[in-house]
């Protein structure tokens, strides 16, 4: 007979002694059982002890967290969160230098547990670390030069120790002083500094002013770009990254008008350069979190284009009247006409003239064309920079077009409106930055004006699509989609340079994308006939249970989750697998992410599938629901879903691509019995589809299928053929 599913076995250490083994019961009092351990070896004050989990994170046991323990889990019989707390607070403000660090490193380690951060924090251990930071340890610096290894170790379990508690969200970070932070600063400012000091110090930093618009202001003031620009010089990526979060967080949190102001100063230091040659080309391959990084600074960097984007044109504005003006003197330069020169009515003409030879809609008034948003006047810039930099080819298309007379000329001025407007869907101009993403196009890091130049090589592209497809007026968004396809084959494929972007370009015609449409349109053609649709409806039953097993073997095999958390570096890991009898999810956390299989022993935690009530996704997930206004975006809501069972409990997942959330939502609903509708199921069913309909029209190939069955003969007139066999 089975044990009570309230008992639990167990092995318990205490140091000196042998384990014990022993039936735990779930219904008893934790104080009660603990009370049971020590009275087994003869130990006063039970109130003073408390049960661990004996493994690397050494997580007290609470009432909150008991159902943890599993058959078979050893724990360890240790000293109180409230003991351990009082005993740290103590052992820390030691005079010894030795004895102060030793208990600075168990401090460090102990704090990943939220039950004794709770406890030290409530001794105001945040307050006395601040202290320490702030000037407990201005008398070791004399010591600095003589003891810096011991020093550097000292301030670098001081500061981690700091971290882990903040991390656990219990103290509010607008509470810390300018002194401290000021302190803080003056770590990363130093040239010369102890790389976990320094990596500690810009956690901080980067925590305090995504956490606090007071903190920012602050940090802001203590900290300049010049002096974090140093740290991307070196070659740990570690600090690199670090160093890039901090220049995010302080992008992010700048008022509008100190955004520009910011740019400027980033552009004056070199950042952009200084990132290409010592992180994007250097040796060493570039990290999750440092692609994250990249492009975060890059999704910031392109979202300055913003304001001019949702800025529409004045028609009365000079200035703005000044840049069409100086279009159209670049391009007809040999036209100019001599000042004074002929009527009013004369010059007007000759302005409408040639406003229509630059393509724009409006030929008397351009400036008209310019308020629709988006793009705005960021078209209009986009058009200025091309006549300017690259005025050759700007000249040419604008000449060779205007002097067409077949109707097949391509307009310059609605090329580039609708253009820059496609630039920005594709760059998602005025969007956050995702929190999963870390797709960064190393190409836009090759050139200060990189969107500009971005637009230009652009615009060259859509003018030749445009000759290739003969295209006329009519023919203007057909020309723009096979643009937009080009574009984004080839930004696809990652080049690392803008000259590389323009050769893949080149190698993307509009003669190459119809044989790639035509690859394409045949991988998934539907012939109409009705004998090959009562086929596919015969097939399709079949193709869908492969895709169902398929879903099903996938979560057999099992995925790494992130938990998401407010600092994204230190998130944690957590492994959830179907069983083989696709009747139970067995899931359980992990230090880091699995480089090879999950033990299955390490996943301790199991939910039934008869328990799953229904599958959630998006916005009415619990968990994006609580999620911070950074974290409210497309992106993660695109990833989320939970699973809910019982009455009102969660199991809440975000998955960390779009593969893996199709492949998880359509496996839980096959195991709900519900139909499988996501993006992949539908893909994969076309392509199996067509794949099984043309190896079983094989034979039939070059042969004409008829529309409706051949006609059944008359009956013979006798049947004297048949041959009996019997």
């Known amino acids: 007979m089975p044990p009570p599913a309230d008992i639990v076995k167990v092995a318990i250490e205490w140091p000196g002694a042998f384990p014990k083994l022993m039936e735990i019961d779930q219904k008893k009092p934790l104080s009660a059982i603990i009370k049971e351990v020590c009275e087994g070896w003869s130990l006063g004050n039970p109130e003073n002890f408390a049960l661990q989990i004996a493994d690397a994170t050494n997580f007290y046991i609470t009432e909150k967290n008991r159902n943890d323990i599993k058959n078979g889990s050893i724990l360890r019989l240790t000293t109180s969160p409230y003991q351990t707390a009082v005993q740290l607070h103590e052992r820390i403000q030691s005079s010894s230098m030795d004895a102060k660090l030793e208990a600075l490193k168990d401090l460090a380690n102990a704090s990943r547990d939220i039950t004794f951060?709770?406890?030290?924090?409530?001794?105001?251990?945040?307050?006395?670390?601040?202290?320490?930071?702030?000037?407990?340890?201005?008398?070791?610096?004399?010591?600095q030069k003589i003891m810096k290894p011991c020093f550097g170790d000292l301030l670098s379990f001081t500061l981690t120790a700091f971290v882990e508690l903040m991390d656990h969200g219990i103290v509010s970070w607008d509470t810390f002083s300018v002194a401290f932070i000021k302190k803080i600063a003056s770590y990363v400012n130093k040239s010369a500094m102890d790389t976990a000091v320094l990596q500690r110090s810009l956690a901080i930093l980067e925590s305090m002013v995504l956490n606090s618009q007071d903190l920012y202001h602050k940090v802001?003031?203590?900290?300049?770009?010049?002096?974090?620009?140093?740290?991307?010089?070196?070659?740990?990526?570690?600090?690199?990254?670090?160093?890039?979060?901090?220049?995010?967080?302080?992008f992010l949190k700048a008022p509008e008008e100190k955004r520009q102001e910011m740019a400027h100063i980033l552009a004056q230091k070199q950042l952009r350069s200084i990132i290409l040659t010592n992180v994007i080309r250097s040796p060493i391959a570039i990290n999750d979190e440092m692609a994250h990084q990249l492009y975060v600074l890059q999704v910031l960097t392109f979202n300055l284009l913003e304001d001019r984007m949702m800025t529409k044109m004045d028609p009365q504005d000079q200035a703005q009247r000044d840049i069409i003006f100086e279009l159209r003197r670049i391009a007809f330069d040999v036209e100019c006409e001599p000042n004074n020169s002929g009527s009013i009515e004369k010059r007007k003409s000759m302005y409408t003239r040639d406003y229509k030879k630059l393509g724009f809609i409006n030929h008397v008034n351009p400036a008209v064309d310019f308020t629709q948003i988006p793009p705005g006047m960021l078209a209009l810039d986009n058009m200025l920079y091309f006549a300017r930099h690259h005025q050759d080819a700007y000249i040419r298309i604008v000449l060779e077009n205007s002097s067409r007379e077949d109707k097949h000329e391509c307009p310059f001025g609605r090329s580039s409106i609708e253009l820059t407007k496609m630039l920005c869907e594709i760059l998602k101009v005025g969007e956050l930055p995702s929190e999963n993403c870390h797709d960064f196009h190393p190409m836009f890091f090759t050139h200060d004006r990189s969107f500009e130049e971005f637009f230009c090589i652009c615009i060259q592209l859509l003018n030749k699509t445009w000759k290739e497809?003969?295209?006329?007026?009519?023919?203007?968004?057909?020309?723009?989609?096979?643009?937009?396809?080009?574009?984004?084959?080839?930004?696809?494929?990652?080049p690392n340079s803008l000259d590389q972007f323009k050769s893949r370009l080149q190698n993307l015609s509009y003669t190459e994308i119809l044989k790639i449409r035509q690859s394409e349109r045949m991988n998934q053609e539907d012939f109409q006939s009705r004998p090959i649709l009562e086929l596919r409806e015969k097939i399709q039953p079949e193709i869908m249970e492969l895709i169902k097993q398929q879903r099903l073997n996938r979560l057999c095999e099992g995925t790494c989750f992130r938990k998401i958390s407010s600092r994204r570096r230190q998130d944690k890991f957590w492994y959830c697998r179907l069983s083989p009898n696709h009747k139970v999810l067995h899931y359980g956390d992990l230090e880091e992410s699995p480089q090879g299989e999950v033990p299955h022993d390490s996943l301790q935690d199991k939910l039934p599938v008869a328990d799953i009530k229904a599958v959630i996704t998006g916005k009415d997930c619990p968990h994006m629901k609580e999620k911070g206004a950074l974290k409210q975006n497309k992106e993660v809501l695109e990833l989320a879903f939970s699973v809910l069972y019982e009455s009102d409990e969660y199991l809440n997942f975000i998955a960390p691509d779009k593969h893996e959330y199709c492949v998880w939502t359509d496996g839980l609903n096959a195991l709900l019995g519900k139909e499988m509708t996501s993006d992949y199921t539908k893909s994969d069913m076309d392509t199996l589809l067509s794949m099984e309909m043309k190896l079983r029209l094989l034979d039939l190939e070059n042969i004409q299928i008829p529309e409706a069955p051949p006609p059944i003969p008359k009956e013979p007139s006798n049947y004297d053929f048949v041959y009996d066999c019997n």
């Open 469 to 494: 497809m003969r295209a006329t007026s009519e023919d203007f968004n057909k020309v723009m989609q096979v643009v937009k396809e080009q574009i984004m084959r080839a930004l696809t494929l990652k």
């Open 220 to 250: 802001a003031q203590e900290i300049t770009i010049g002096q974090l620009i140093p740290h991307l010089q070196g070659t740990d990526q570690d600090i690199q990254t670090y160093t890039i979060a901090v220049i995010n967080a302080l």
């Open 117 to 143: 951060a709770q406890e030290f924090i409530n001794l105001d251990g945040i307050s006395l670390l601040t202290q320490m930071v702030e000037s407990g340890t201005e008398r070791y610096q004399k010591l």
